[in-house]
C-alpha cells in the first residue's frame, strides 16, 4: 500500500511559519484531490487544508489566510506553508488523499508551536 512520507515539522515559537512537505510514489497527486490532516494530543483527526486534481483549494476555518496548500506534481509533493502558527496549531500533520484518504497514513510530522 502507497504510504506517503510528511517532513519539515519542528518547534517553532508562536507568529513563527513553518513549510510542510508531503511526497508519495506514483501519479497520485496528478489524479486525486489531496488533503492535509492534523491531529491534536487527545482529539481527532481533522481535515487542514484541500487541493483538487483540478487545483482548487479549501480551508478549515480556523486556518483559513494563514495556511496555504500547494503541489509540485512534477516533484509528486504537496506543500503546506504554514504562517501566523498558534499554540492550538499543534499536532502532528500527515497528508492522504481528499475526500476519500485511502492511502495508508504515514508517520505524520510534528508541529509544536510555543506560546
Known amino acids: 500500500q502507497v504510504q506517503p512520507v510528511e517532513s519539515g515539522g519542528g518547534l517553532v515559537q508562536a507568529g513563527g511559519s513553518l513549510r510542510l512537505s508531503c511526497t508519495a510514489s506514483?501519479?497520485?497527486?496528478?489524479?486525486?484531490?489531496m488533503g492535509w490532516y492534523r491531529q491534536a494530543p487527545g482529539k481527532l483527526r481533522e481535515l487542514v487544508a484541500l487541493?483538487?486534481?483540478?487545483?482548487?483549494?479549501n480551508y478549515g476555518d480556523p486556518v483559513k489566510g494563514r495556511f496555504t496548500i500547494s503541489r509540485d506534481i512534477a516533484k509528486n509533493t504537496v506543500y503546506l506553508q504554514m504562517n501566523s502558527l498558534k499554540p492550538e496549531d499543534t499536532a502532528v500533520y500527515f497528508c492522504?488523499?481528499?475526500?476519500?484518504?485511502?492511502?495508508?497514513w504515514g508517520k505524520g510530522t510534528l508541529v509544536t508551536v510555543s506560546s
Open positions: 487541493i483538487t486534481s483540478g487545483g482548487t483549494t
Open positions: 492522504n488523499t481528499h475526500p476519500i484518504p485511502y492511502l495508508g
Open positions: 506514483g501519479s497520485i497527486f496528478r489524479i486525486n484531490g
